[in-house]
């Protein structure tokens, strides 16, 4: 009997769009449920009761919450082509960057949404240079620790196609944060999402992704 797997999920997450990469690179099929983030279904409420947000993977019946635990989840569950390093020092320093990946989006997040939502220009200006101080330190340990590699993409690619997000928020400003020239290696790593095959599948069509928030964040 094949098993019963259900994303609940917004569209336009990152988080939730991370969880559909994981699922195609193992081949496995799912039902996707789009959830409204400002008026929440009881359905996920039961699911994630603690944080009350998308994603949530249901696997016959039972949720898993928190996107990086989800991908670890579904890596456990099916062996195949495999998303975390076998060796387990490797694995180890997989988790590592990839929460590194996320505290510092969270980093960034703000400071960006103080770049595209202030009606100042000196805010503005700030808050593009406080994203590029958060970006800088993303690039410096991405050419350092060398931690990206391979044909495939893995967990902490995976975690790292938050990236296009910073992307999108440029065409809605109409300014460039990350710039091929200061950040040359986040450039190629957005390059390599571009171009992947699995990731072209789940990534939002470009413009009613930049539509969704012009419209949400504009002043």
Same mark, same amino acid.
């Given at each position: 009997?094949? %098993?019963?797997?259900?994303?609940?999920? $917004?569209?336009?997450?990152?988080?939730?769009?991370? &969880?559909?990469? +994981?699922? @195609?690179?193992?081949?496995?099929?799912?039902?996707?449920?789009e959830e409204d983030?400002?008026?929440?279904?009881?359905?996920?409420?039961?699911?994630?009761?603690?944080?009350?947000?998308?994603?949530?993977?249901?696997?016959?019946?039972?949720?898993?919450?928190?996107?990086?635990?989800?991908?670890?989840?579904?890596?456990?569950?099916?062996?195949?082509?495999?998303?975390?390093?076998?060796?387990?020092?490797?694995? %180890?320093?997989?988790?590592?960057?990839? $929460?590194?990946?996320?505290d510092k989006f969270?980093? &960034?997040?703000? +400071?960006? @949404?103080?770049?595209?939502?202030?009606?100042?220009?000196?805010?503005?200006?700030?808050?593009?240079?406080?994203?590029?101080?958060?970006?800088?330190?993303?690039?410096?340990?991405?050419?350092?620790?060398?931690?990206?590699?391979?044909?495939?993409?893995?967990?902490?690619?995976?975690?790292?196609?938050?990236?296009?997000?910073?992307?999108?928020?440029?065409?809605?400003?109409?300014?460039?944060?990350?710039?091929?020239?200061?950040?040359?290696?986040?450039?190629?790593?957005?390059?390599?999402?571009?171009?992947?095959?699995?990731?072209?599948?789940?990534?939002?069509?470009?413009?009613?992704?930049?539509?969704?928030?012009?419209?949400?964040?504009?002043?």
């Amino acid at each position: 009997m094949a %098993a019963e797997v259900k994303l609940f999920g $917004k569209w336009t997450s990152p988080f939730s769009r991370r &969880i559909e990469v +994981a699922l @195609k690179l193992k081949g496995v099929e799912y039902e996707y449920i789009e959830e409204d983030v400002f008026n929440k279904s009881p359905t996920l409420l039961n699911y994630n009761p603690v944080h009350k947000k998308i994603p949530v993977l249901v696997h016959n019946g039972k949720p898993i919450a928190e996107s990086q635990v989800i991908m670890e989840y579904i890596d456990e569950t099916w062996k195949h082509n495999p998303i975390l390093p076998i060796d387990p020092f490797e694995k %180890a320093m997989a988790r590592f960057w990839a $929460k590194f990946i996320d505290d510092k989006f969270w980093a &960034i997040w703000p +400071a960006v @949404k103080k770049a595209m939502t202030s009606g100042g220009e000196k805010e503005r200006e700030e808050g593009i240079e406080e994203a590029q101080l958060h970006l800088d330190t993303l690039e410096t340990q991405l050419k350092e620790k060398k931690f990206f590699g391979g044909e495939r993409l893995g967990f902490v690619e995976i975690s790292a196609s938050l990236i296009i997000w910073i992307v999108v928020s440029q065409e809605v400003m109409g300014v460039e944060i990350l710039t091929q020239e200061k950040f040359p290696a986040l450039h190629e790593l957005t390059q390599k999402f571009v171009h992947d095959d699995v990731f072209k599948q789940c990534v939002p069509p470009w413009e009613p992704l930049v539509s969704y928030y012009k419209a949400l964040w504009e002043p």
